[in-house]
Nanobody, 124 residues
Framework: QVQLVESGGGLVQAGGSLRLSCAAS????????MGWFRQAPGKEREFVGT????????YIPDSLKGRFTISRDNAKNVVYLQMNSLKPEDTAVYYC?????????????????WGEGTQVTVSS
């Protein structure tokens, strides 16, 4: 079992940057692909990015590519989401999630463990 704790959220002005962290418990962090999702009020949970368990490959949707990057440090059991050039529409609760197995996924249904989320608010 994996416990995930997100941090790094907050209030930032449009155009600013934030780096979210997700710390995982346990010794098996490197056996999980990791993902980031977000959910704004009244909207469905949205895929933000994912990274393979080795960190060798990542996927960011085209709508966020160029502004968001995902990385991980398996020695520290942490996955990061670097967000640059933030926009008000990026305002949401951001969640990290862990998925068993080698391959990553864009579907939240395939993730086994979730953190409780961290709020990101971008002011205009």
């Amino acid at each position: 079992q994996v416990q995930l704790v997100e941090s790094g959220g907050g209030l930032v002005q449009a155009g600013g940057s934030l780096r979210l962290s997700c710390a995982a418990s346990g010794r098996t962090f490197n056996t999980y692909a990791m993902g980031w999702f977000r959910q704004a009020p009244g909207k469905e949970r949205e895929f933000v990015g994912t990274i393979r368990r080795s960190g060798s490959s990542t996927y960011i949707p085209d709508s966020l590519k160029g502004r968001f990057t995902i990385s991980r440090d398996n020695a520290k059991n942490v996955v990061y989401l670097q967000m640059n050039s933030l926009k008000p529409e990026d305002t949401a609760v951001y969640y990290c999630a862990a998925k068993s197995g080698t391959y990553y996924s864009i579907s939240p249904r395939e993730y086994d463990y979730w953190g409780e989320g961290t709020q990101v608010t971008v002011s205009s």
